[in-house]
Nanobody, 124 residues
């Protein structure tokens, strides 16, 4: 079992930046693949970014590529999402997820553990 707690969300103007953090506790964090997903009101949860256990493999959704960067610090049991050049359409609740696997996972249903989410609001 692993517990995930997101932080770093908030209100930002378009073009601004935020860094989300997801702190993990419980079993060995370094064995987990991690992902970020988001869900806007009235929409399905969508993939944002994923990273494998070592940080050596990352994937980013086309909609955020070049603006968002996922990273992790296994010594701190934390995964990050650096979000730059934010747009109003990035407004959503952002969730981190974890799965004990060597793979890099981009599909929400394959993750086993989820955080409670953090709200990101981008105003124009």
């Amino acid at each position: 079992q692993v517990q995930l707690v997101e932080s770093g969300g908030g209100l930002v103007l378009a073009g601004g930046s935020l860094r989300l953090s997801c702190a993990a506790s419980g079993r060995t964090f370094s064995s987990y693949a991690m992902g970020w997903f988001r869900q806007a009101p009235g929409k399905e949860r969508e993939f944002v970014a994923a990273i494998n256990w070592s940080g050596g493999t990352t994937y980013h959704a086309d909609s955020v590529k070049g603006r968002f960067t996922i990273s992790r610090d296994n010594a701190k049991n934390t995964v990050y999402l650096q979000m730059n050049s934010l747009k109003p359409e990035d407004t959503a609740v952002y969730y981190c997820a974890a799965k004990d696997t060597i793979l890099t996972i981009t599909t929400a249903r394959r993750y086993d553990f989820w955080g409670q989410g953090t709200q990101v609001t981008v105003s124009s």
